[in-house]
């Protein structure tokens, strides 16, 4: 790109919502550029979703190992790092080759506004100004750093926790949402010595406690304790420990470990260089910027989707936000439609929802059946050895019609997707019931709470 360039649409972020956006936008014919700060595909390949999961998924391959003990490798987790590098380095590979075979030109840099229409690039030693018709925000979250306990030596965010270098031998976290319970369990099953410190009077909050009980259990088999109601205050480091301070039931405690990990939440970034105050564009308290349905801000030729947008800080909500984006700069009709977003947690075991609980239909006054099976006699899962849990699903007692699901149980990730493609066609239970799945396989166990709930309405209108 020339140092000076007039584009159609700027894309600044090349995360799950960035690069969907530049992609959509190439393949609607606009001339598109991504601008990136640290690696081609944002936060989630680097320092998020991508190695999360891969170090979660080897996690779990060594607790199967040391269950059968064959586990003998000092360095196991020396490669369990090199493995998650490479998951990490092959997205963000695969990224970078789609960008660039759509003809998608790639900056990389910091982005900053100089006006409505032009921004600076500053690159290593580089410079340039590009000059923009339209402009999607996609500049992600960084985890929310507490005053009392800022980030460095050995009080970690996330992304440090991603890369430490051995299995300590003790870990404290403080924040026991979906993060917490995800890193936690994985450091766990390698053999730390892990505690969660959770300020709520549960852990994983916004879960019903029915889905979370049977994480809860495998968490206290993997020697995970999780202390609730516990304020985080002040904590000290010393070359090779931090001790932290926290409250309970108005007591003060103290706890001793090799890190502290903070996942508290995650805070959008749209401060710092980006320069929103030069071009008018304001933010909310939080720092969330406001945008219409289909992602337009109060500046009309800047867009804005994802984690800096309301709603959960989903990359696949980014996802979903990135073509609606791309299609109104093409003058298409889009727009968003939040009928059914998938929550995941990739505990073990997954926890899955979509649409509405049992618990807020309820509370919007809709008359519901519900239909739940469980995982204990499902062929596959036997065959698996992963039992526990189950799947429920929430109807319309009057249309029949599915408005949400939850499973807690193996595969959950994967299969609530069924689920919420039920919700988005307005499948009715019967739909799911009739739907012939293959056997032996964990989705027999859709269809067969789907099966209880068809009972269940059958039953009430004799």
Same mark, same amino acid.
């Given at each position: 790109?020339?140092?000076?360039?007039?584009?159609?649409?700027?894309?600044?972020?090349?995360?799950?919502?960035?690069?969907?956006?530049?992609?959509?936008?190439?393949?609607?014919?606009? =001339?598109?550029?991504?601008?990136?700060?640290?690696?081609?595909?944002?936060?989630? $390949?680097?320092?998020?979703?991508?190695?999360?999961?891969? %170090?979660?998924?080897?996690?779990?391959? +060594?607790?199967?190992?040391? *269950?059968?003990?064959?586990?003998?490798?000092?360095? &196991?987790?020396?490669?369990?790092?090199?493995?998650?590098?490479?998951?990490?380095?092959?997205?963000?590979?695969?990224?970078?080759?789609?960008?660039?075979?759509?003809?998608?030109?790639?900056?990389?840099?910091?982005?900053?506004?100089?006006?409505?229409?032009?921004?600076?690039?500053?690159?290593?030693?580089?410079?340039?100004?590009?000059?923009? =018709?339209?402009?999607?925000?996609?500049?992600?979250?960084?985890?929310?750093?507490?005053?009392? %306990?800022?980030? /460095?030596?050995?009080?970690?965010?996330?992304?440090?926790?991603?890369?430490?270098?051995?299995?300590?031998?003790?870990?404290?976290?403080?924040?026991? /949402? +979906?993060?917490?319970?995800? %890193?936690?369990?994985? +450091?766990?099953?390698?053999?730390?010595?892990?505690?969660?410190?959770?300020?709520?009077?549960?852990?994983?909050?916004?879960?019903?406690?029915?889905?979370?009980?049977?994480?809860?259990?495998?968490? =206290?088999?993997?020697?995970?304790?999780?202390?609730?109601?516990?304020?985080?205050?002040?904590?000290?480091?010393?070359?090779?420990?931090? $001790?932290?301070?926290?409250?309970?039931?108005?007591?003060?405690?103290?706890?001793?470990?090799?890190?502290?990990?903070?996942?508290?939440?995650?805070?959008?970034?749209?401060?710092?260089?980006?320069?929103?105050?030069?071009?008018?564009?304001?933010?909310?308290?939080?720092?969330?910027?406001?945008?219409?349905?289909?992602?337009?801000?109060?500046?009309?030729?800047?867009?804005?989707?994802?984690? &800096?947008?309301?709603?959960?800080?989903?990359?696949?909500?980014?996802?979903?936000?990135? #073509?609606?984006?791309?299609?109104?700069?093409?003058?298409?009709?889009?727009?968003?439609?939040?009928?059914?977003?998938?929550?995941?947690?990739?505990?073990?075991?997954?926890?899955?929802?979509?649409?509405?609980?049992?618990?807020?239909?309820?509370?919007?006054?809709?008359?519901?059946?519900?239909?739940?099976?469980?995982?204990?006699?499902? /062929?596959?899962?036997?065959?698996?050895?992963?039992?526990?849990?189950?799947? =429920? &699903?929430?109807?319309?007692? $009057?249309?029949?019609?599915?408005?949400?699901? *939850?499973?807690?149980?193996?595969?959950?990730?994967?299969?609530?997707?069924?689920?919420?493609?039920?919700?988005?066609?307005?499948?009715?239970?019967?739909?799911?019931?009739?739907?012939?799945?293959?056997?032996?396989?964990?989705?027999?166990?859709?269809?067969?709470?789907?099966?209880?709930?068809?009972? #269940?309405?059958?039953?009430?209108?004799?």
């Amino acid at each position: 790109m020339s140092q000076h360039e007039t584009i159609d649409n700027l894309v600044i972020g090349s995360g799950p919502g960035g690069y969907v956006a530049a992609l959509r936008s190439a393949q609607l014919g606009l =001339k598109t550029a991504v601008v990136e700060r640290n690696g081609i595909g944002g936060v989630c $390949t680097h320092v998020g979703c991508i190695p999360s999961k891969a %170090l979660i998924a080897e996690s779990h391959r +060594y607790q199967m190992l040391n *269950q059968l003990n064959r586990v003998n490798d000092p360095l &196991i987790f020396e490669s369990a790092q090199a493995f998650k590098q490479g998951v990490v380095n092959k997205q963000s590979g695969g990224v970078r080759f789609l960008l660039k075979n759509a003809g998608v030109q790639i900056v990389e840099g910091e982005a900053s506004f100089i006006d409505e229409h032009t921004a600076l690039i500053k690159g290593a030693g580089t410079e340039q100004h590009i000059t923009f =018709k339209h402009v999607i925000l996609a500049t992600g979250s960084r985890p929310i750093e507490l005053p009392a %306990l800022p980030f /460095g030596g050995r009080i970690l965010s996330s992304t440090e926790a991603l890369s430490l270098s051995h299995i300590p031998a003790s870990l404290v976290i403080i924040g026991g /949402g +979906y993060i917490g319970v995800e %890193l936690g369990q994985m +450091y766990a099953k390698f053999g730390a010595k892990v505690t969660i410190l959770e300020g709520a009077e549960q852990a994983m909050p916004g879960f019903e406690p029915e889905l979370t009980a049977p994480v809860l259990k495998q968490l =206290k088999a993997d020697g995970v304790t999780i202390i609730t109601g516990a304020i985080a205050s002040a904590a000290e480091q010393t070359a090779d420990s931090v $001790t932290l301070h926290y409250s309970q039931n108005q007591e003060q405690h103290v706890i001793q470990a090799d890190y502290a990990l903070v996942t508290v939440g995650r805070k959008p970034n749209t401060d710092g260089n980006l320069g929103l105050e030069r071009i008018g564009l304001p933010v909310t308290s939080r720092g969330l910027i406001e945008t219409d349905k289909q992602g337009r801000t109060a500046v009309p030729h800047i867009f804005a989707i994802g984690d &800096i947008t309301a709603g959960p800080a989903l990359a696949h909500k980014a996802s979903y936000e990135a #073509k609606v984006a791309a299609e109104a700069i093409a003058g298409q009709a889009s727009t968003i439609d939040y009928k059914a977003i998938p929550l995941v947690m990739f505990s073990e075991p997954e926890v899955a929802s979509v649409g509405l609980s049992e618990t807020e239909a309820k509370a919007k006054g809709i008359a519901v059946v519900t239909g739940k099976s469980p995982f204990t006699i499902n /062929g596959r899962a036997l065959a698996l050895q992963a039992t526990d849990g189950f799947v =429920k &699903i929430v109807a319309d007692q $009057t249309s029949n019609i599915v408005i949400g699901a *939850q499973i807690v149980g193996v595969e959950a990730s994967t299969l609530i997707s069924e689920l919420a493609l039920a919700i988005e066609m307005s499948a009715t239970v019967e739909d799911l019931a009739l739907t012939i799945h293959p056997h032996p396989t964990l989705g027999e166990v859709i269809m067969e709470a789907a099966e209880q709930a068809v009972g #269940k309405l059958t039953k009430n209108r004799a």
